[in-house]
């Protein structure tokens, strides 16, 4: 089935650093969503991303909805000890759906974890 | 909280066994989705139904089925066990196309 090519899997940063993570696909989508998901939880909703090209920010966090429809970025400024857990990003509806556009399609997910 | 629920959190079965998970959505949210997440595999795409009809189909083994009742919530039934349906299985539910998911806290279900 569609995948998505999610990096980096993992990473180790000092608490104040700042963090990018992406996500790309061979297919197009329509919508890209960014999750988190804090150990023993169910993800929690980041951001979410309706046009191509558009740039949204939710406090320390910026994600984009790259132009090509194909990728999409997701930054953490000034990173804090809570930003720990895993980030998935999430496509949905475009080709890559099979011709259904109800499907949310996730990457594997990044593991960040911050250093204090 | 999300305000999608899920039952029961726990679930500890045998091999060859069958349960129901169930799951019931934010106040006025016709989607259901399911999904199953592995250590290894992320979150897996398993089945999503909308206001009671069966919308999108992911890798859902065949011993696996789900429906959506007319008061929206919805249930997950797997059956014949096995030890590798060990995993966390989450609902999530939305409004509408251009709305965000929500999901639940999971089922952690342990076949032994």
């Known amino acids: 089935g569609q995948q998505l090519n999610q990096s980096p899997q993992s990473m180790f940063i000092q608490e104040g650093e700042d963090v990018s993570m992406n996500c790309t696909s061979s297919?197009?989508?329509?919508?890209w969503l960014w999750y988190k998901q804090d150990p023993g939880e169910g993800p929690v909703l980041l951001i979410a991303?309706?046009?191509?090209?558009e740039l949204t920010s939710n406090g320390r966090l910026t994600a984009q909805f790259g132009i090509t429809r194909k990728d999409s970025f997701l930054n953490i400024s000034a990173s804090i000890p809570s930003d720990v857990g895993i980030y998935f990003c999430?496509?949905?509806?475009?080709?890559?759906?099979?011709?259904?556009?109800?499907?949310?399609?996730f990457g594997k997910g990044t593991l960040l974890t911050v250093n204090p | 909280d999300s305000g999608v629920t899920q039952t029961p959190k726990h679930l500890i079965t045998a091999t060859g066994q069958r349960v129901t998970l169930r799951c019931s959505p934010r106040?006025?949210?016709?989607?259901v989705y399911w999904y199953q997440q592995s250590l290894d595999q992320g979150l897996q795409f398993l089945i999503q139904?909308?206001?009671?009809?069966?919308?999108a189909k992911g890798n859902i083994l065949e011993r696996f089925s789900a429906q959506q009742f007319p008061d929206l919530h919805s249930e997950l039934n797997l059956s014949s066990l096995e030890l590798g349906d060990s995993a966390l299985y989450f609902c999530?539910?939305?409004?509408?196309?251009?709305?965000?998911?929500?999901f639940g806290q999971g089922t952690r279900l342990t076949v032994v």
């Open positions: 991303l309706y046009k191509a090209g």
């Open positions: 999430a496509g949905q509806g475009g080709q890559s759906s099979g011709g259904s556009n109800y499907k949310l399609t």
């Open positions: 297919s197009i989508f329509n919508t």
């Open positions: 999530a539910s939305r409004r509408s196309l251009n709305t965000e998911a929500f």
């Open positions: 106040s006025g949210d016709l989607s």
């Open positions: 139904y909308y206001n009671g009809e069966e919308r």
